[in-house]
């Protein structure tokens, strides 16, 4: 049976990167991506300014949503401190396994929880489920038309304390005009837009980076 494209991407993990070694899984899938296959990873030129938040912010809780294979999982995962965490919820259950094992691959399985299933349910769920209190950071790269209702269902929830940063992907492309739209607007977020490409390609793309005010 035909295998899939997340499939061919851990196969490359495997063989091209060093067991243990983040960074090594980073640069094989980016070169998966650049000479064999397009995929939806955050990619490395954004994935630098999602490095430079991370390091600015140094979380001790993070919240990723959207998880795919892994890839900025494993590359936020390498740069937390000893003691934080990253839950990452992710709908696709195929996605999830193979997320799993890119994870394991890097070593990173003590940093890293996989949650699968709708963001929507599990973000009321948190605090009962993980004992989380607020998210540090929240990394937002899974369907665009969820970013807008799971950031308003964070706020309700509590999960948000005054500081925490909202680093959202795609914002132009596929784009959130909603989420945009609201982020910017809102006197309880400060927004900052940092322009790029859309992954392993020339179109324009960009982060938008929030602070939540409280
Ligand atoms: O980074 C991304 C890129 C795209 C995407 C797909 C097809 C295109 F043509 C352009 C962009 C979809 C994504 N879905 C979820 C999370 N991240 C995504
Ligand atoms: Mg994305």
Known sequence: ??????????????????????????????????????????????????????SE??????LELGT???YSTVRIASLLPPRAKIITLEFNPDYAKIARQVIAW????????VVEGPSGEWIPKMKE???????????????????????KLLEDCGLLRKGSILLADNVICPGTPDYLEYVRNSPRYKSQYFKSHLEYTKAEDG????????
Request: neutral net charge.
């Open 1 to 54: 049976t035909q295998s899939t494209r997340p499939q061919r991407l851990l196969h490359a993990v495997q063989k091209n990167a060093t067991r243990g070694d983040p960074r090594s899984v980073v640069k094989a899938i980016d070169n998966f991506c650049r000479q064999k296959e397009w995929a939806m990873n955050v990619g490395d030129e954004k994935g630098c300014i999602l490095d430079s938040v991370v």
């Open 57 to 62: 912010v140094n979380p001790v809780t993070v």
């Open 68 to 70: 795919y294979c892994g």
């Open 106 to 113: 890097a070593g990173l399985e003590d940093k890293i929880q």
């Open 129 to 151: 489920q993980f004992g989380v209190k607020t998210f540090d950071l929240v990394f937002l790269d899974h369907w665009k038309d969820r970013y807008l209702p799971d950031t």
């Open 207 to 214: 982060l938008e980076k929030s602070v939540f005010l409280g």
